[in-house]
T-cell receptor
Framework: EPEVTQTPSHQVTQMGQEVILRCVPI?????FYWYRQILGQKVEFLVS????????KSEIFDDQFSVERPDGSNFTLKIRSTKLEDSAMYFC?????????????FGPGTRLTVL | AQSVAQPEDQVNVAEGNPLTVKCTYS??????LFWYVQYPNRGLQFLLK??????LVKGSYGFEAEFNKSQTSFHLKKPSALVSDSALYFC??????????????FGKGTKLSVIP
């Protein structure tokens, strides 16, 4: 069964450094998402991406964040200058079609630790 | 704004007994409701969803959920729990807003422990 994959599984970085989290969505999916979960808190929506542009974003997704689909298979989340409060589990998800009823399928997550 | 509440941080149940994981929601408009499960070191796995139709929805691994509009609830159930069901369960909702992109709003999760 096709799965969403994410790399790395764990990323440790110093405050102020740039990080790029990578995701490979399911191959025939059209919508892509990033969510995050701060330890002990809810899973929160960050951004959705369709047709090579952001379609929706939350207030969390400020100018420090960017997303890109550089090569038709990878979907990346970049944090330009990490802050301590960016430490969280970051989940990528993808969805097959434009129907609003379609299910989002999630990857295993990348645990980001900012020191 | 849409929201989801999972009132129990943890649910303990003996193997073979029925289990219920509770979820209530608040949305404007018709709700689309989802349950996901997270096993240790794994991503969120889709279990089931309610969009419309029959209030009892059947999903993966023998799980089912009952949509109750009057109580704004979408409790997850299983008739006979297995030790392998032990995991973190998330309820999520999205408010219908037309075709296209949408976001999921998650509850904080309920840890299910099935005791042998």
């Amino acid at each position: 069964e096709p799965e969403v994959t994410q790399t790395p599984s764990h990323q440790v970085t110093q405050m102020g450094q740039e990080v790029i989290l990578r995701c490979v969505p399911i191959s025939n999916h059209l919508y892509f998402y990033w969510y995050r979960q701060i330890l002990g808190q809810k899973v929160e929506f960050l951004v959705s991406f369709y047709n090579n542009e952001i379609s929706e974003k939350s207030e969390i997704f400020d100018d420090q964040f960017s997303v890109e689909r550089p090569d038709g298979s990878n979907f990346t989340l970049k944090i330009r200058s990490t802050k301590l409060e960016d430490s969280a589990m970051y989940f990528c998800a993808s969805k097959q079609e434009t129907s609003s009823t379609d299910t989002q399928y999630f990857g295993p997550g990348t645990r980001l630790t900012v020191l | 704004a849409q929201s989801v509440a999972q009132p129990e941080d943890q649910v303990n149940v003996a193997e073979g007994n029925p289990l219920t994981v509770k979820c209530t929601y608040s949305v404007s408009g018709n709700p689309y409701l989802f349950w996901y499960v997270q096993y240790p070191n794994r991503g969120l796995q889709f279990l089931l969803k309610y969009i419309t139709g029959d209030n009892l929805v059947k999903g993966s691994y023998g799980f089912e959920a009952e949509f109750n509009k009057s109580q704004t609830s979408f409790h997850l159930k299983k008739p006979s729990a297995l030790v392998s069901d032990s995991a973190l369960y998330f309820c999520a909702v999205r408010d219908y807003a037309g075709a296209g992109s949408y976001q999921l709003t998650f509850g904080k999760g309920t840890k299910l422990s099935v005791i042998p």
